[in-house]
């Protein structure tokens, strides 16, 4: 991860770190960046997608709808370290957003943004694959 930070533009990075926040497919990854970091470019996109810190999933998780499909992880311990590297406030925004626009297709994104500000335990969904 400290050759992408080096390498990176600012806006790669400053998108890299919100993305670390959500279910990673084109479609979500486009949405964060296109709504949240509308400078970064398609190289950037480019950049995070070649960086070798994610992996492409051999046997996409999710809801069966293109928006809610995971097909991209990050490798071990790169998320943490990204979420390390945000704040609050943006992890806020990434959450409002998938919630506005994809709690349709993703049901588990229901009222997302909510627990994420108040968190209570017995409203958490329960774990799917």
Do not use: C, W
């Not at 998108?15 to 279910?23: G, K, S």
């Not at 928006?67 to 609050?88: C, H, K, M, N």
Request: hydrophobic share 50%.
């Amino acid at each position: 991860m400290a050759d992408f930070h080096a390498a990176a533009s600012e806006h790669a990075l400053n998108l890299l770190v919100l993305l670390a926040v959500a279910p990673l497919n084109r479609h979500v990854m486009q949405l964060v960046a296109t709504e949240l970091v509308p400078a970064a470019t398609a190289r950037d996109l480019s950049a995070i997608l070649t960086s070798g810190l994610l992996v492409s999933m051999d046997d996409p998780v999710g809801v069966s709808h293109p928006y809610g499909s995971i097909t991209f992880d990050f490798l071990p311990e790169v998320r943490q370290s990204l979420l390390a590297l945000g704040e609050s406030s943006q992890t806020h925004r990434v959450v409002a957003l998938l919630d506005s626009h994809l709690a349709a297709f993703v049901p588990t994104l229901v009222g997302q943004a909510r627990r994420v500000k108040r968190p209570d335990i017995d409203q958490v969904p329960a774990p799917t694959r």
